[in-house]
């Protein structure tokens, strides 16, 4: 309150300066008017006027309080949703990892470094195989005093061996020549949705080969 007080008391006291200038140029140019009309009025010719204008100087202008000032428009975006806890189960390995590489792209200002990134990803191995994994990687820093993962890269590679299927294109292929992949009592949505991971995991692209599988 003081602080606005006292502002406030600049702006008036700014403004009483105005109101004079401005008062001061009015009476300046009452008094040239008056005196050319006596002049024109007056029969003894006159070769010169002395202008009697008086320049008048702006009110200084300074930039507004901070504590006035108008607060900018920050840029807003959507949440993002963090990534699911993970236990280590390898079918579930890519749909993770997956997942934890979208937030990284939609927010990188958040991770200014590899480091930031590896230890965010591991704040979700809370239970099963990959607690222990996360467990032995900080008990390798704390003998060696050096995080033995130092990039991402590696952080990847390590993590696909560890908790990626290691046969997922033969298990797919294998499912697929089959029949336990049959559509059964699933809806079509259902069934359609899963033969096409199996498909992408098997590495089918012939279009042929396609339809001759979905239409078994």
Not at 29 to 50: C, D, H, K, N, R
Not at 143 to 166: A, L, M, Y
Request: aromatic share 12%; charged share 20%; with cysteine.
């Amino acid at each position: 309150m003081g602080y606005l007080q006292h502002h406030l008391q600049e702006l008036t006291e700014r403004q009483n300066a105005s109101e004079h200038a401005i008062n001061t140029t009015l009476a300046a140019l009452t008094a040239q008017l008056q005196q050319i009309t006596q002049l024109m009025t007056s029969s003894t010719p006159v070769s010169t006027v002395t202008p009697l204008l008086m320049p008048v100087s702006p009110p200084p202008v300074t930039s507004p309080s901070p504590a006035l000032a108008t607060p900018s428009k920050q840029q807003t975006r959507p949440k993002l949703p963090s990534p699911p806890d993970f236990s280590g189960k390898r079918s579930s390995g890519r749909a993770f990892l997956n997942s934890c590489t979208l937030y990284l792209h939609l927010a990188p200002e958040q991770f200014t470094c590899d480091e930031k990134k590896i230890f965010w990803t591991l704040a979700f191995f809370k239970d099963g195989r990959t607690a222990k994994w996360s467990e032995n990687l900080f008990c390798q820093e704390a003998d060696t005093g050096i995080f033995p993962i130092q990039s991402w890269v590696d952080f990847e590679q390590q993590f696909w061996s560890q908790f990626f299927s290691v046969n997922a294109e033969a298990d797919a292929i294998n499912t697929l020549e089959g029949s336990s992949y049959y559509q059964g009592n699933r809806t079509v949505d259902d069934y359609l949705n899963s033969f096409l991971i199996l498909a992408s995991d098997a590495r089918y692209t012939d279009p042929r080969t396609l339809v001759v599988k979905f239409r078994r």
